[in-house]
């Protein structure tokens, strides 16, 4: 028998032992590469199906080989991604179609005790010098809740990893330290869970359902802004959590001093710990991403079309996923990878253009978002502090990114006299060179101008 035969008599007995979903996954490119006395190596097309194939098939695919020759006595799983190269998707059910369905079916799965979703986990997270630090920062607070770094506060623009981090930290604890109760919740939640127990005079109970929870976290805090009671009810309860050294883990689109409408005693609490951002993954990174999502699905597609999307899909993680996610479901629908041309189509609406993205219009809705103003509070004659500042940020960025004139931004502003509009570019750029946090801030507008 030689090796070709060998291996399609392997297959075809291990059909006969395995569901076809795991036979097409774990089995589709694989082939006897070499035989050298009583070692069988055999090649697969990823790490994935390595270690699968060498952790849970090993002794079946062994023992069938044996049964068939004797001799054999060990087998060697080798990498070899050639072996898939005309394979360009490889994960294909009996029907012909890309079984992705159990996968987003599982993808919803949310742990009731919990409210973790079991897909967020350190595994999968991608780390590069965008988000090193608040990786490092998490990774230490899930070894030693309560202990490192009290709260840990993550903050950085849509899709870009917060909730997937934070996620992973509660995954892990729950899953290593069984004996810790972890809860997640999103701050629009807590905050609605807060207005029913006002209103329903539960406050009390609600207080004592959280008190045994040794580790919480509340995603997307920003939320928390201008809602009074709230923040006073949620200042009480992360107090009386954080005496007792449970770890708190918050998210936020900003930092806490960028919050506007926060509590000064809210935000200096926020500030208390450890503050680590997650910025923009760079092409490298995101070409990264790319391929780990393809390997979770067990999917391939070519190079260069990876290297279309990670060049061109710049916004942030979420939309590189949406990118992807379309590709695939192109397969799925056509039964054909798409060339190039086609994915420059399906991509259209994600591809991002530095040539069309600052405007007028949005530096003025980025900046009156980033402050939670409305846009026409930024034209409002008046010298309130929460104004003032933000109208001064506004002019700066149409001064420096659009090249405005200062008096055409004084006329954008209701007729200032043009001197007043240099007092602000001025002052906005002398404290941002002298304040991290100012600087901080406009980089995050910047970004929201730069991808919206
Ligand atoms: P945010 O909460 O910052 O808006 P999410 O955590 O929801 O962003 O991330 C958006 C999507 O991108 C999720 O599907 C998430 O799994 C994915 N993602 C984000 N960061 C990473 C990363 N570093 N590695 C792998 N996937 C990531
Ligand atoms: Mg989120």
């Known amino acids: 028998m030689n090796n070709n035969e060998l291996w399609r008599s392997v297959l075809a007995q291990m059909q006969l032992c395995i569901s076809k979903a795991n036979f097409a996954t774990w089995f589709q490119s694989t082939e006897i590469l070499s035989r050298e ?200 309860i992360f107090n009386s959590l954080y005496e007792k050294n449970k770890q708190i883990i918050l998210s936020s689109d ?60 710049k916004k942030n993680i979420r939309e590189l996923e949406g990118a992807l996610n379309s590709l695939l479901m192109y397969h799925k629908i056509n039964n054909a990878t798409p060339d190039l041309e086609a994915v420059k189509k399906l991509l259209e609406g994600f591809v991002f253009s530095p040539f069309s993205v600052a405007n007028y219009k949005k530096i003025i809705e980025s900046v009156a978002k980033f402050y939670n103003l409305e846009e026409k509070n930024l034209f409002d004659a008046t010298r309130r502090k929460e104004i003032v500042k933000p109208r001064q940020v506004a002019m700066f960025l149409l001064r420096k990114e659009l090249k405005y004139s200062f008096p055409a931004i004084a006329r954008k502003f209701g007729g200032k006299d043009h001197t007043t509009v240099i007092y602000a570019c001025k002052k906005i750029l002398q404290e941002s060179e002298e304040n991290n946090k100012l600087t901080e801030e406009l980089n995050l507008i910047k970004q929201r101008v730069y991808s919206g």
């Not at 072996?83 to 890309?98: A, D, M, R, Y």
């Not at 988000?131 to 070894?143: I, K, P």
């Not at 923009?280 to 995101?286: A, H, I, K, M, N």
């Open 254 to 313: 900003k930092p806490p001093n960028a919050i506007p409408e926060l509590e000064e005693r809210l935000r200096s609490r926020f500030e208390g710990g450890m503050i680590a951002d997650i910025s923009l993954p760079d092409y490298e990174t995101r070409l990264v991403i790319l391929k780990t999502k393809l390997q979770e699905k067990n999917l391939k597609l070519p190079e260069n079309i990876l290297e279309y999307v990670a060049s061109n899909v």
């Open 37 to 236: 006395n009583e070692r069988v190596v055999i090649s697969v097309p990823n790490a994935f199906s390595k270690e699968w194939l060498s952790n849970k098939y090993y002794k079946l695919i062994l023992k069938t080989m044996h049964d068939l020759d004797n001799t054999i006595k060990e087998l060697v799983f080798t990498i070899n991604p050639q072996s898939s190269k005309n394979l360009v998707i490889n994960k294909i059910t009996e029907s012909g179609k890309i079984n992705t369905d159990q996968l987003k079916f599982d993808e919803f799965k949310i742990n009731k005790e919990t409210n973790l979703n079991h897909r967020y986990v350190f595994e999968n997270f991608v780390v590069g010098s965008f988000n090193e630090l608040s990786h490092a920062a998490a990774l230490a607070v899930s070894e030693n809740p309560g202990h490192s770094y009290n709260p840990l506060f993550i903050y950085g623009g849509v899709g870009l990893g917060k909730t997937h981090l934070i996620q992973a930290i509660g995954n892990k604890i729950n899953n290593d330290l069984k004996k810790k109760r972890v809860k997640y919740i999103s701050s629009e939640k807590f905050v609605s869970n807060i207005v029913s127990a006002i209103r329903s005079k539960n406050m009390e109970s609600f207080k004592i359902s959280l008190s045994p929870i040794d580790v919480l976290i509340v995603d997307d805090v920003q939320f928390f802004a201008g809602k009074n009671k709230s923040q006073e009810e949620f200042f009480h």
